[in-house]
Every structure is written in C-alpha cells, then in structure tokens.
C-alpha cells in the first residue's frame, strides 16, 4: 500500500474585511482539497471540491475575501504575478483609507 503525499496544487490571492492581502495554498490529496491560511487549514466541502472556482468560492467564504485570483503554484514568483499582487496591495490601501475617511466623516 502506498501513501500519497498531498501535492501543493497553487494558490489564491484576495483581499481580506481587514484591507490585507491573503495568500492560501491550494493543497490536494487523494480525492480532498485542503486550503492553508494564515488561521491554519480548511478542508474544502464536497459541493466545492470540484474546481478552481469551487476552491475560491470556499476561501471566500472562509477568509471573508474579494478580489481573488488563482495562481499555479510555478507562477508564484512571476513577475507577472509579483505585479497583480502588488496591484491588489494597492487596491486594498485604498480601499482602507477610503473606509477611515468615510469612518471619520461620520463621527463629525
């Protein structure tokens, strides 16, 4: 009998309520799907353990996260992917200021 160790398959990016940028692992094994965040792991449910839109679906749902994109796990260090993280760094500190301005609007 062997054992198959689990494979990382890629990751997701997205952006957190909190205006942080998240990276979770994509990690498969056998016939199961398990997401590693930064609150440790989540085994994907069945009804999304189908693809990669099922994968981000499920990390939506569990980090609370927009804006996500998939990346294979060769293409991490890309430059190109080294780009679309830094954008949605961007778009996340703009996003953090806009809602600390609207916050403090409010409390005037």
């Excluded at 796990?73 to 301005?101: C, F, G, M």
Aim: aromatic letters at 6%; proline letters at 2%.
């Amino acid at each position: 009998m062997s054992i198959k160790a689990e494979e990382l398959l890629g990751y997701i990016c997205g952006i957190n309520k909190k205006y942080d940028v998240m990276v979770i692992g994509i990690f498969v094994k056998n016939n199961s799907v398990q997401l590693l965040g930064p609150n440790g792991s989540h085994m994907v449910h069945s009804t999304n353990n189908i693809d990669m839109n099922g994968f981000k679906r499920e990390a939506a749902i569990v980090w609370d996260l927009t804006d996500m994109f998939d990346v294979p796990r060769d293409k991490i260090n890309s430059e190109e992917v080294i780009e679309k993280i830094a954008q949605l760094k961007q778009r996340a500190a703009d996003r953090k200021a806009a809602a600390e301005e609207k916050a403090a609007h409010k409390h005037k």
